[in-house]
């Protein structure tokens, strides 16, 4: 019954992490700033680096089941 919180939290995770690396490659690769008034290189890598450590979590609560 423990393994319950940890599937949903890996799989919010997982989901967010995966739809944030998508969305900042799109961005990124149709040369489209990620964040408005930002850097974009430093803006690009921050939220790469997001989605990257989202995922990783998700891998950490699946791991947890």
Do not use: I
């Not at 944030?20 to 040369?31: E, F, N, S």
């Not at 803006?43 to 979590?57: I, K, N, R």
Request: glycine share 12%; aromatic share 10%.
């Amino acid at each position: 019954m423990e393994s319950t919180p940890a599937l949903f939290a890996g799989t919010v995770f997982a989901l967010f992490g995966a739809g944030l690396v998508v969305w900042t490659g799109a961005r990124t690769l149709h040369r489209e700033p990620v964040l408005d008034g930002a850097r974009p290189v430093a803006a690009a890598v921050l939220t790469g680096a997001s989605g990257v450590a989202s995922l990783a979590l998700a891998v950490w609560c699946f791991g947890q089941t």
